[in-house]
């Protein structure tokens, strides 16, 4: 999902597209081809949020099976091709936890990735991971201009009538 981004107040632009990459690995090249094609044909300050399914290094995991090379070169190698990174996060890093095999494991799989021409838009960012609610993963929270901060007591909602469907990755709405 893409969405034009306009700050009346500063005047700055953005494009800001939410992902929620494949897990199954047999389609995770098909998906980072078409952010590669994406960063080619997109010519505003570019944000990209969500589910990468990805992790850059070993220190972004804890518990399961150790990461190997090959898991992690796809988000680094978009990294480097778009002149983009993975934004710093405060407080809590992990944003997906599993109880598999008898071991609970936390990983980094949900991120903001700005592309160079977009933090200079946004210099002041921030990025809070929230609380592992109703779901195996923790929300993310990008605040481009922190001076003005969200209400205090301003909580994150989540409608129970909304279910997901596992074979399109998209949220529906039930009748």
């Given at each position: 999902?893409?969405?034009?981004v306009?700050?009346?107040?500063n005047?700055?632009e953005?494009l800001l597209?939410a ?21 080619n ?17 070993a ?15 796809r988000?680094?190698d978009?990294?480097?091709?778009s002149?983009?990174?993975d934004?710093t ?10 109880f598999?095999?008898?071991?609970l494991?936390?990983e980094?799989?949900?991120?903001v ?16 991971n929230g ?5 195996d ?7 481009t201009?922190?001076a003005?901060?969200?209400r205090r ?5 989540y409608?129970?009538?909304?279910v ?5 990755h ?6």
């Open positions: 999902m893409h969405c034009l306009h700050d009346k107040l005047a700055k953005c597209s992902v929620y990459a494949p897990a199954r690995e047999n389609q995770k090249d098909a998906f980072w081809e078409h952010l590669h094609r994406l960063h044909s997109i010519d505003k300050p570019w944000c990209i949020m969500g589910d990468f399914n990805e992790m850059l290094n220190s972004e995991k804890i518990g399961g099976t150790p990461l190997t090379p090959s898991k992690v070169h988000l680094n978009f990294l480097h091709y002149n983009s990174f934004v996060v405060q407080g809590r890093l992990f944003t997906w936890k599993k598999l095999r008898g071991q494991m936390y980094k799989l949900d991120k990735l700005f592309r160079d021409d977009c933090l200079h838009l946004f210099p002041n960012y921030i990025v809070t609380p592992f609610t109703c779901s993963h923790a929300y993310v929270l990008l605040n201009d922190p003005h901060a969200p007591g301003t909580t994150f909602k409608q129970h009538s909304w997901h469907y596992q074979d399109t998209s949220i529906i709405k039930r009748n």
